[in-house]
């Protein structure tokens, strides 16, 4: 288990500089260089940004993609649900089936508590938070 992925760790880095860029467009070549990510990779990670509106894409001589947010509204626990889904600790092994263990099962209960803590301390991080 990851609690971040490379993709959401890739998407932060690409926001953060983006960030920096003082809300101009930045073009995908600039970005690869600077960021050492590879361009299709990051191309992908751009759009799925840019259709959950976190970002802007322009398209010509002057295309790239610019914060279509404010830094300190976009979230991590966002950027981990966008790539990854829900955070989940503990996958019982029935899945879907409802565990007959599921009321007293006492890992359960600690690992939900650690889960609770771990997204409340990540929701509270922010593009602009890692700035800093």
């Not at 996958?91 to 006492?106: A, G, L, Q, V, Y």
């Not at 939900?112 to 301390?121: G, Q, S, T």
Request: with cysteine; aromatic share 6%.
């Amino acid at each position: 288990m990851k609690l971040i992925t490379r993709n959401t760790d890739y998407a932060v880095r690409a926001l953060c500089y983006l960030a920096r860029q003082d809300q101009k467009s930045v073009p995908v070549s600039e970005m690869v260089m600077a960021l050492k990510i590879p361009r299709p990779f990051l191309r992908k990670l751009l759009q799925t940004l840019s259709t959950e509106g976190i970002l802007d894409s322009f398209k010509g001589q002057a295309g790239g993609f610019a914060l279509a947010k404010n830094p300190s509204k976009i979230w991590l626990t966002d950027l981990i649900r966008i790539f990854q889904g829900t955070v989940e600790l503990n996958e019982c092994i029935f899945r879907k089936k409802i565990c007959p263990n599921r009321s007293t099962c006492k890992l359960k209960h600690e690992i939900d508590a650690i889960e609770k803590d771990v997204l409340k301390r990540l929701s509270v991080v922010s593009i602009a938070s890692l700035l800093s």
